[in-house]
Structures are given as structure tokens and as C-alpha cells.
């Protein structure tokens, strides 16, 4: 049985079958933070979080990679230009966090633990709309080259 015209006219006419493909971005920044929850006493704190709770501050380099994924446009060959990804992370992400502290300095982390994974939850919601129409499809934040966190939106 075949399709009815309907359903074939209201495919994408810009990309017809191209294929979906994941382009990622990968981005460095450094910043300081204490993981701190602090409607928990101090000796909770210190037992749950030891040396990441240290009240003088400690720093991180982190990697972010960015992911985006959708068809492949015909006209460039791109899914996503690379280069616009980078200064979109950059505005949206880096250039306020870099050399920042994640408790005091980072608007969107206000009133937050800044654990890895409240971090890249908190990033995925500054980037996923600055992305449209391409898809956000997966963060990974690095905190050390051994720990690392993903996030895929859900
Ligand atoms: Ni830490």
C-alpha cells in the first residue's frame, strides 16, 4: 500500500531524506565552586562532601562538548557551522562562567548546588533555545579528565 500524497507533501522540503547526523563542539573553561548544601549543618556538609566542601573555594578545568544533531543541509553539507556554535556557547555559557565562581558569580546557578550535574542542567537550559531550530542533542561536562556528567534534555 502506498502513501497517501498528503503525508509525502508534508516532509521538509529543504532536506528531503538527508541524513541525521551529531556534530559536537568542544570547549574549555575554568572555575571555582564549593559544593555546599546550606540547609545542612556544617558537619553534614563536611561528611557528605569532604574536601569539596572546603569553605575557601576550589577550582576545576572543565571541557564541555556540545552537541547538536539534525539533517544534513543540502546547500552547505553543514548540520550546524561549528564556528557559530562556538560563539553561541561562548556568549550564552562561557563568558560567564570562565574564571568565575559558580556560588556567587553565575546568575543561573543562583540558589543551586554546584555539583556537575546541576551545572549541566543549568547550562543545557541556557543553550537548548539558542540552538533552534537544530536540536540539542547531549552535553558532557568534564570535570576532571576522570569524572564526568552527560545530559540529553530529559
Ligand atoms: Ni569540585
Given at each position: 500500500m502506498s502513501l497517501p500524497d498528503a503525508f509525502l507533501s508534508c516532509r521538509p522540503t529543504s532536506s528531503p531524506a538527508m541524513p541525521d547526523v551529531t556534530v559536537t563542539r568542544r570547549l574549555q573553561f575554568n572555575a571555582a565552586h564549593r559544593v555546599h548544601n546550606p540547609a545542612l549543618s556544617d558537619e553534614e556538609n563536611e561528611r557528605l562532601f569532604g574536601r569539596c566542601n572546603n569553605p575557601n573555594w576550589h577550582g576545576h578545568n572543565y571541557t564541555l562538548d556540545v552537541s547538536v544533531r539534525g539533517p544534513i543541509e543540502a546547500r552547505t553539507g553543514y548540520v550546524f557551522d561549528l564556528g557559530a556554535l562556538k560563539k553561541?556557547?561562548?556568549?550564552?555559557?562561557l563568558d560567564r562562567v570562565d574564571h568565575r565562581?559558580?556560588?556567587?558569580?553565575?546568575?543561573?546557578?543562583?540558589?543551586v548546588i554546584p555539583t556537575s550535574e546541576n551545572i549541566i542542567v543549568a547550562i543545557w537550559r541556557e543553550l537548548a533555545p539558542a540552538v533552534a531550530p537544530a536540536r540539542l542533542a547531549r552535553l558532557v561536562l568534564w570535570e576532571t579528565p576522570n569524572n564526568y556528567v552527560e545530559y540529553t534534555g530529559e
Open positions: 553561541i556557547v561562548t556568549e550564552r555559557v565562581n559558580f556560588n556567587l558569580d553565575v546568575d543561573f546557578m543562583h540558589g
